[in-house]
């Protein structure tokens, strides 16, 4: 096993926060003068089977432990997944039949070991426990805890407070969690910092189980390709880790410029040294580098720099991505500001208007001056708003 | 069946709420139409066995149900017991085992089947369903309410307010409660004014069951002997039913004077004409009359004339009441104030003297007039304060 030092050095790579922060570097040493691995625990509720970027935060550092010899232990909750983790919602989830959330379980888990050796991950399907769980021992574990403090809980006292339903089986969900740490013995659990609350329950459950309680290790909630909002499919801003090495360059290669420095600590492992500077003297550059990385992790290097290069003919305007949409229209005169809404590149003609006079729309190449423009379309056309919108404009056949 | 208009004559009798209002009616008015007597239910966690007057109220009315014709069915929550119902608690009920609660039960029926007919009870231990109920339908059911709804109870919303611990597994026991109500299919719970909310949860989740939902029917708290505070074992004011007959006709005998009229309609069938007009009249023949009602109910007419008979030779001083404390005093000379302390009658001798300036203090049938004087016990004496508190000196021999 690498020294201690040596595994802090990995492990302590991006983390947000440890608590309680002295036991870390303990467990570790303990575990080093045993040569018993630590049990790292990571709770999944595979309500929705597609993984993104920002899921792989947490997963890399599962893989960053098991390269470090410790043992990754997966809970997939079956069980607590019925239930939904309320965590940072606004709302109650919509419950899901295990049917449902099994089949999820299958896709997840296909993703997950993309990133994590399925080699050395022991599986855990919850419903093993909670599906034989009486109602006494559920009163037990609900007893565990008050209603106050479960309002403490960020989401719960805003929800609570802005008089937004809160259900009272969602008060069962941290502690169902919380349960898991005791069937799995674990000695770290991982997670977004949206998670302490649940991971503090496994601590406290453990310590009255008589057991070495886990310690919490948060890792920060990645932000998406708009650098607003956390990465999200509902968002629009997320990178899936199935989607094509051609996306995946594209998307990287184009996320907000504030983003490159916390992906390349985040989603490489390149060391600091190397990015730092490259994002200060050449930006582009940089998030070159930084889509080669990502995407050569999920593909190869090979398949990366091909994206790059097609890539590179998108921006030249030779070539056009992946994912542009194709629009069909009659053949005939259009107004380019009417020809810019009927294929949904903008909802008003005001905001249409603007765009042309920044000379941000082209039509197939040719930057458009003039907003009274008449169009003649008899052919095949790519309509360009500004970098990164493409549209494809196909003949509707006048011959039927 | 008797007609509509009997039932509700009886039935309405002390009744405090029914909850709705309206379908009571309905109810027994389906139930004379088609031969099928009505549920009626009754929950008790036998967590204290000892049965009061105050508990009589409810069981009283079960009995009304039977002779009508309708159908009592008892739980037993055994298994709600184990959590204990959190209703008008300041604080949180410690658990009790399952071989308690059973032991209690079984004490509790014994007393409870001096009122209700036992063969016509249907009785259930809820433990039948819950120690086989999953996790997920607990969960099932604690998605039916939100926290809020929860916290809007008033003992919850009083402890949550005060800041008064509430633990999470309190919030699971109206809903035990409630489920209860779908498993025996109830028309009507019977309880106290302080079993509402639960009642109510118990026709919530009947009606997500798409069962027609029970009514609940709510009795008024029985207020103790002193008239002040409800009936309870641990404020003392309370008469139970498991106290023989001279101990219960004293009690019943010496309430408070404005108890008469609630007791007479909550603990006798006296009808109302009979009694009004004599506690108007002649409040002690009033109450006289009603402690004959009652310690018949559990005796019969003859124990409770000779019980009558023994109370009236206590207040003309001839004898002494059966439950009267016995103190042992050394032989020798006491100040009457010193006296009266030491017994434990009073707690100071500024409350002792304006006792004795008031005529209130007799030795031995002698009232006592000057609070300087010196006494002389060499033998036996009996204290008397006020009308119905005595201590019987007796002499520690000196001899040993």
């Known amino acids: 096993m690498p020294s201690l030092e040596e595994q802090l050095s990995v492990l302590m790579r991006g983390v947000q926060e440890v608590v309680p922060e002295n036991e870390l570097a303990k467990k570790i040493q303990k ?42 232990v997966l809970i997939v909750g079956d069980y607590t997944a019925m239930i939904g983790d309320p965590s940072g919602r606004n709302s109650t989830r919509p419950r899901l039949s295990h049917e449902q959330v099994m089949e999820n379980a299958k896709e997840y888990q296909e993703q997950f070991f993309k990133i ?189 720099e091909a994206a790059a290069e097609r890539e590179k003919a998108i921006h030249s305007g030779n070539e056009l991505p992946s994912d542009t949409p194709e629009v069909k229209l009659a053949a005939g005169n259009y107004g380019i500001l009417d020809l810019l809404i009927s294929i949904g590149a903008f909802a008003s003609k005001g905001e249409a208007r603007r765009m042309i006079q920044n000379s941000g729309v082209k039509i197939s190449g040719r930057i458009v001056s003039d907003f009274n423009e008449q169009l003649m379309i008899d052919n095949e056309a790519v309509v360009q708003v500004g970098k990164r919108k493409f549209y494809r404009v196909v003949l509707i056949s006048t011959l039927l």
């Open 31 to 72: 575990s080093i003068d045993t040569g018993v691995p630590l049990r790292i625990k990571l709770g999944v509720d595979p309500t929705a089977p597609d993984i993104h970027l920002g899921h792989t935060v947490v997963m890399r550092k599962l893989r960053q432990f098991q390269d470090l010899g410790h043992q990754v």
């Open 116 to 304: 994590v050796n399925r080699e050395k991950t022991e599986i855990r399907y919850n419903g093993d426990w909670f599906s034989k769980m009486s109602f006494n021992k559920v009163t037990e574990l609900a007893g565990s805890i008050t209603v106050a403090q479960m309002l403490e809980r960020k989401d719960f006292k805003t929800r609570y407070t802005n008089a937004q339903e809160i259900s009272v089986h969602e008060f069962l969900y941290p502690l169902m969690q919380g349960y898991d740490s005791i069937e799995i013995k674990s000695d770290v659990e991982l997670g977004g910092t949206d998670q302490k609350f649940n991971v503090l329950r496994g601590r406290d459950l453990q310590q009255r189980e008589g057991m070495e309680p886990q310690i919490g290790l948060f890792m920060p909630i990645l932000l998406g390709t708009d650098g607003e909002q956390k990465m999200s499919k509902s968002f629009g801003n997320y990178v899936g880790i199935n989607e094509t090495a051609d996306t995946m360059f594209h998307k990287v290669y184009n996320i907000a410029d504030n983003l490159t420095e916390s992906w390349f600590e985040l989603l490489t492992d390149k060391p600091k040294s190397e990015f730092s500077d490259l994002i200060k003297k050449d930006i582009l550059q940089a998030k070159r580098v930084l889509a080669l990385d990502i995407v050569s992790q999920y593909y190869d290097a090979a398949a990366a």
